[in-house]
């Protein structure tokens, strides 16, 4: 089954700026994720997004974060001001049940 | 808090002999579990699953067990294979809400041909 694509694949950025990284599920699914790892640790869920709505975040999630669906098809995650600590590999996940959630290849984010 | 854990980072194991991983959870509102593996620069993919109803499950070469009681759940690749290399994540999520998956830690799988 086609996982989703994300854009860019790495995205280098200044501490403080803002970032958009985008996923493109390959069909319509009703759940979408964010999540995070940062370099050598575990993947780190962020949010979920069911209904073009936010289900549920994480701590981690807070007011510098956001994600919508703008057209309907692309999912985003903005970091409004970036920070040294947000460096990590940010993965999309799709998913249509409660069961198995399908990975998007991620977008390395690195901030200087 | 680290509610699923991974205690072996590493494991090595000789090709077509038996890779066993195994993850331990704390939290007893778990009600299924996943195995992912990893390779650099990709996204996890998705490899076997199992609901908490059952205690094993079978896919091919990989067999996934789980032991309620212990809070325990092992993944058994036979025979293991050089592709198998990877990091490999258990994960776990709660049958209610917006099934968030908590990962463990990983270990990295090495097989030697």
């Known amino acids: 089954e086609p996982e989703v694509t994300q854009t860019p694949s790495h995205q280098v950025t200044q501490m403080g700026q803002e970032v958009i990284l985008r996923c493109v599920p390959i069909?319509?699914?009703?759940?979408f994720y964010w999540y995070r790892q940062i370099l050598g640790q575990k993947v780190e869920f962020l949010v979920s997004f069911y209904n073009n709505e936010i289900s549920e975040k994480s701590e981690i999630f807070d007011d510098q974060f956001s994600v919508e669906r703008p057209d309907g098809s692309n999912f985003t995650l903005k970091i409004r001001s970036t920070k040294l600590e947000d460096s990590a590999m940010y993965f999309c996940?799709?998913?249509?049940?409660?069961?198995?959630?399908?990975f998007g290849p991620g977008t390395r984010l690195t901030v200087l | 808090d680290q509610q699923v854990k991974q205690n072996s980072p590493s494991l090595s194991v000789q090709e077509g002999r038996i890779s066993i991983l195994n993850c331990d959870y704390t939290?007893?509102?778990?009600?299924?579990f996943l195995w992912y593996k990893k390779y650099p620069a990709e996204g996890p993919t998705f490899l076997i699953s199992?609901?908490?109803?059952?205690d094993k499950n079978e896919d091919g070469r990989f067999t996934v067990f789980l032991n309620k009681s212990a809070k325990h759940l092992s993944l058994h690749i036979v025979p293991s294979q050089p592709g198998d290399s990877a990091v490999y994540f258990c994960?776990?999520?709660?049958?209610?809400?917006?099934?968030?998956?908590?990962f463990g830690t990983g270990t990295r799988l090495k097989v030697l041909a």
């Open positions: 994960a776990a999520t709660a049958g209610t809400g917006t099934y968030k998956y908590i």
């Open positions: 939290n007893s509102m778990f009600d299924y």
């Open positions: 199992i609901s908490s109803i059952k």
């Open positions: 069909s319509n699914h009703l759940y």
């Open positions: 996940a799709r998913a249509t049940l409660y069961n198995e959630q399908f």
